[in-house]
């Protein structure tokens, strides 16, 4: 299972209109460094910083609400296997 924070950045570089390997050279990242965060490595926090600023957002931290910590048990649902390298 993919993160949930590359699920939307992918989504936002879909509704960008730009192709993958553009943001890459454009990002300074190797050839399919976008493609494998969704299949292999996951993404250090500075490359998805770096696509996000690209396409013009931000990565921002948020307090939880109070109404969010109730559905705190979700987040739990994406953990991380780093001797598989996967999110399950």
Known sequence: MTDP??????????????????????CGFGYRTISRWRTKNGANLYNVQAVLNYLGYKLSIEKLSEEEKVHNDAVKDYQYDSRRKIWS
Do not use: N, P
Request: aromatic content about 0%; hydrophobic content about 40%.
């Open 5 to 26: 924070i590359i699920q939307e950045v992918m989504a936002l570089i879909s509704k960008s209109g730009k192709s993958v390997t553009k943001i890459e050279e454009e």
